[in-house]
């Protein structure tokens, strides 16, 4: 037990050391106009920090296209001066990461020995992704931490005698996870197929009612965030949006030979793979609601999928490499792409040397419906920040079964 807080304070010591030399020397080297309006780089965002500001203006945080989970997570920040919200925000994105690994560390316990851990752990904090994004303090970092709590108390629910309270905790976080954002969809539906598969009816049972509870929060999200007037041919709140314009990325992504979304700096943003594919998707809607001005989201997206089924069938070929790897350039992909096919050897052999478990299961189908979505829907290596952590865990084993491997020759 001793080893293992000290491992833990030692991971979390060397993840604020990186976090915070890595800032400052990107404070020192980017200019301080920021991106995307936001006046610092530390503020990339995706509209909560802007809503929170409005919130605690006296503005509201429903009907404005985004959940409102890390809007009212991010309000706290506005009773700060100005010139500090940029790192009271780094300081909130650390502590969710700490919390993400108190939590992982109370997971891996079961499977998984200290030093496998430790290895598991430095193969998370020198990610290159979860490094750049939580210094960038986007909502990943938040469903990092949201997902890893949801895994320890379903599996608690399976495994221990408090059925009930666990499965109440798990169900809890997984809602409020959708009200962020509705990432963690398919994760239910992953986990009754591991059930029915395991032939296991308790597991499939808990993940039949996280289902229903999941769809309802869903329906509930929607109706209080939907975007009025504007959402019904957009898709913002089910992914349509987003699933259309990834699918012309891909296409300029493999045309143009920049493996890159590009930039909305002003510089470069009109000659971006990213720029031309929102421009691409906006005519497309455009002359689509022209001909089909009653539509909904669902059949614009089944109209969309018919007539452009080689796009869509190549986006789905591809996306499950860059949910991990893609980024604004083209080196943050090489880079990413390094550290991905470490972070994937070693989750292969730590799976295989695992006992078999159905908790590993469990964990695995976790992590593979939460990445499901983005592969389906919208990629980008920023997403797969949320299940790094979980992924850790294996990759840790593996790591220390290769590193006994070279030691014994």
Sequence with gaps: MLESTKNLKVLILLHILTIVVSAAVLTFLIPPQGYSGTGHFLLEDDGYYRISEEFVGGGSLFYRGRGFGLALIYSAIHFFPNSLHPYVRLILSLTFNIFT??????????????????????????????????????????????????????????????????????SLVLVFSIFIRPSVLLIPPVLMLIGIVNRNRKLFILAFILLMICMSAFMAFRTVTDLKGEDNKAGYT????????????????????????????????????????IRRYRAWRDAYSMK????????????????????????????PIFVFTLGSRTIEFY???????????????????????????????????????????????????????????????????????????
């Design 292 to 319: 089909n001005p009653d539509s909904g989201s669902y059949r614009v997206l089944l109209d969309f999928i018919r007539e452009n089924p080689v796009s869509v069938t190549i986006k789905f070929c591809v996306n």
């Design 238 to 277: 089910t992914g349509v949006h987003d699933f259309i314009w990834d699918t012309y990325l891909i296409e300029n992504i493999l045309r143009s030979g920049k493996i890159e979304k590009g930039t909305y700096l002003p510089a470069h943003s009109v000659e971006s793979n990213q720029h031309d594919a």
């Design 335 to 409: 880079i990413n792409l390094v550290f991905t096919a470490l972070l994937m050897g070693f989750l292969v052999i730590g799976i295989r040397h695992m006992e078999r478990d159905l908790g590993v299961w469990i964990i695995l189908g976790i992590g593979g419906g939460y990445l499901l979505t983005f592969v389906i829907i919208h990629v980008a290596a920023r997403y797969s920040v949320g299940i790094i952590a979980l992924l850790s865990i294996f990759a840790g084993k593996g790591f220390q079964t290769v590193l006994r491997k070279i030691g014994n020759k």
């Design 101 to 170: 690994l108190v939590i992982l560390r109370l997971i891996a316990s079961r499977y998984i020995t200290d030093r496998e851990f430790f290895l598991g752990g430095v193969l998370l904090i020198f990610n290159p992704a979860f490094v750049h994004f939580t210094i960038k303090s986007v909502p990943d970092n938040y469903l990092a931490f949201f997902v890893t709590c949801f895994a320890y108390f379903f599996l608690k629910s399976y495994y221990s005698d408090s059925v009930v309270l666990c499965f109440v905790i798990a």
